[in-house]
């Protein structure tokens, strides 16, 4: 049995599109306060269904990029004039010249393409001072943990864990040659119905690794745990640290 997380989300991209939520305007501005171009070009790496594709649209010109087709095919139901489009292509196979983007940017995807090739190919596409950012949201207080075990109690088999422990980006970009690294962070809760936690349960990597014929037991299994939630603490609350990485080509 696979318990590696899968990064295959177009199985269950209507459940992505409902329950992902979008980032913090925080984290845009800092952003902004990077990028001296004053109509900046940017890709959005590892976009999803475009939730914050549409939110770098607001200051400037972007192009999308995912490797899943029915993410994709979400992404572009919605319109924005900066938007400039939405590209079929992984990480290490960027189909775009050299020297071309002001900005990379990857929200809560960067660690499925860590890899040297990876991160070579980004740089490339970097124009010489441009800014690769990454932003991601990290759960407190034992929230992933809870619907985990919930999920292996039920099932009566392991699943996959969540994002390694290895996973340092801060790292990998100074491995990686980026100048002058900066790194922020800010607090966030996040509040969810049942049917919305619901789904969002099923956006995340584990639950690909959840095997077909045992998602029905696992889903009662985690309406109840949810029901207990909302029950003992009147709300079902994600408390986060959201983080961002910033470092220049």
């Given at each position: 049995m696979n318990t590696k997380p899968s990064g295959r989300f177009g199985e269950f991209v209507k459940q992505y599109e409902k329950a992902r939520r979008p980032y913090p305007a925080k984290v845009f501005k800092f952003l902004k306060s990077l990028i001296?171009?004053?109509?900046?070009?940017?890709?959005?790496?590892?976009?999803?269904?475009?939730?914050?594709?549409r939110q770098l649209?607001?200051?400037?010109?972007?192009?999308?990029?995912?490797?899943?087709?029915?993410?994709?095919?979400?992404?572009?139901?919605y319109r924005a004039p900066r938007i400039k489009r939405y590209v079929l292509a992984k990480a290490n196979?960027?189909?775009?010249?050299?020297?071309?983007?002001?900005?990379?940017?990857?929200?809560s995807a960067f660690h499925w393409f860590t890899?040297?090739?990876?991160?070579?190919k980004i740089k490339r596409i970097l124009k010489p001072g441009g800014i690769f950012f990454v932003s991601g949201k990290v759960g407190v207080r034992n929230w992933g943990m809870g619907?985990?075990?919930?999920?292996?109690?039920?099932?009566g088999r392991e699943i996959a864990q969540f994002v390694s422990p290895m996973y340092k980006p801060f790292e990998i970009f100074r491995k990686n040659g980026f100048k002058d690294i900066k790194r922020k962070h800010w607090r966030k809760s996040e509040f969810f119905s049942i049917g919305r936690v619901m789904q969002y349960v099923q956006s995340v990597s584990i639950w690909n690794s959840v095997p077909k014929h045992l998602r029905s037991i696992a889903l009662d299994a985690l309406e109840k745990y949810y029901n207990n939630m909302l029950k003992r603490r009147g709300k079902?609350?994600?408390?986060l640290k959201v983080y961002a990485i910033a470092g220049k080509k």
């Amino acid at each position: 049995m696979n318990t590696k997380p899968s990064g295959r989300f177009g199985e269950f991209v209507k459940q992505y599109e409902k329950a992902r939520r979008p980032y913090p305007a925080k984290v845009f501005k800092f952003l902004k306060s990077l990028i001296k171009t004053e109509r900046p070009l940017i890709l959005d790496l590892g976009c999803g269904t475009g939730i914050s594709t549409r939110q770098l649209a607001k200051f400037s010109d972007v192009v999308g990029v995912d490797p899943d087709p029915k993410m994709l095919k979400a992404a572009k139901a919605y319109r924005a004039p900066r938007i400039k489009r939405y590209v079929l292509a992984k990480a290490n196979k960027l189909p775009f010249k050299d020297n071309t983007f002001d900005a990379v940017t990857a929200f809560s995807a960067f660690h499925w393409f860590t890899d040297k090739n990876s991160v070579g190919k980004i740089k490339r596409i970097l124009k010489p001072g441009g800014i690769f950012f990454v932003s991601g949201k990290v759960g407190v207080r034992n929230w992933g943990m809870g619907h985990r075990s919930t999920i292996v109690k039920a099932i009566g088999r392991e699943i996959a864990q969540f994002v390694s422990p290895m996973y340092k980006p801060f790292e990998i970009f100074r491995k990686n040659g980026f100048k002058d690294i900066k790194r922020k962070h800010w607090r966030k809760s996040e509040f969810f119905s049942i049917g919305r936690v619901m789904q969002y349960v099923q956006s995340v990597s584990i639950w690909n690794s959840v095997p077909k014929h045992l998602r029905s037991i696992a889903l009662d299994a985690l309406e109840k745990y949810y029901n207990n939630m909302l029950k003992r603490r009147g709300k079902i609350e994600r408390r986060l640290k959201v983080y961002a990485i910033a470092g220049k080509k």
